[in-house]
């Protein structure tokens, strides 16, 4: 979000100062898939996700990043997913959301034939708007170009102190600004713990793993299941998402014990990003748990068809998170303005809301 509204405030001309605590990028942005949900989101979401799309592949080839229109896959294993797909494409066309018969979908999963098992697939629908990028690579990048560009500068191992007016206190001294926008994450409430009280907001730890790619396999899209479709509000929102929770809850009630959202994208060095289970409270666990992980990369062995897959990494991923809203964009102090996403989707508008942030400054 920060580098957002940075990249935001570049592109309208201004001078812009970012500070982060960091040597460099270690939250949540580069801890999840790097995954542009476009089109499952709906209502004003939507809007914002157009919005940051066009912002990703813009700064994307200015910066040099891997910035990919690869689109989604969302898979089909049950009648009742197949349901909720079949909806959300006559809701919004064939063109936006295609649907797809199960050859299709699995010659999406693995571009060689080469898998050993064929999992249960009746069909699935291609996502066409949606976007990857390398998370670890896409964060680094922005930073690095924005750094770069002659009326921007950059300070790590810098933290925000507070500040009112045009006056910013950081640990670095004190710094004259006619606007700061905090965008620290779930992290808010170390500095306004007020104002993540009245807005609910809590700290969401996700579990998440890199595998190795089966056998060298190549898949463009990013990969979505069931659980996806639960959790996603285009998806969710269909009448048919109600037949497909009390399924999952009758066969796979664990994966919502652990409100999994099981999907996988792959990195260009080819290894892919696994996961994700989310737990939620004010204070988060260090802790992650052997068996959740080993539940999240059975479905994904599942979908691809293998019975192994070598772990490479496995690691906790923290967001902040809120049942009232989706993002917070709110006046702390005059010329202070706090924005968080609050919900799983900051890859996927950070850059809308920060077009909209601007738009009201004027």
Sequence with gaps: ??????????RRGLKVLITDRDSRAVGASVRNFGYCCITAQSGHLLDLAHVARERWLHFGGLAGFFAVQSG???????????????????????????????????????????S??????????????????????????????????PRVSMLWRTSYLGGEGDLARTSAGRVRAARTIVCVG???????????????????????ARIEAPAGRRIAPAVLTGTSMLRYPAFAGTDAAAALRAAVVASDPELLEIGANVMFTQRPD????????????????PFMTEATTELLLRHVRQLLGVGEARVIERWQGVYASSAQQDYLVTEVAPGVMAVAITSGVGMTISFGVAARTFDALG
């Design 72 to 114: 989604a896959l969302a898979v089909a294993r049950s009648a009742e997913e197949l349901a909720v797909l079949d909806e959300l494409s006559a809701e919004r066309g064939s063109g936006e959301v295609r649907l797809v018969r199960a050859s299709e979908a699995l010659d999406l999963l693995d571009d060689q034939g080469g």
């Design 1 to 10: 979000m920060g580098l957002a509204h940075a990249a935001e405030a570049q």
């Design 270 to 285: 080819g290894s892919i990003i696994a996961g994700d289970s989310h737990g939620y409270g004010r204070t988060t666990e």
């Design 186 to 208: 779930h992290d808010l409430d170390y500095l306004y713990p007020g104002l993540a009280d009245r807005f609910g907001i809590e700290r969401c730890a996700l579990q998440m």
């Design 116 to 149: 050993s098992q064929v999992p249960p697939i009746l069909g699935g629908a291609v996502l066409r708007d949606d976007l990857r990028v390398d998370p670890r690579e896409a964060v680094a990048a922005l930073a690095g170009w924005l750094a770069a560009q």
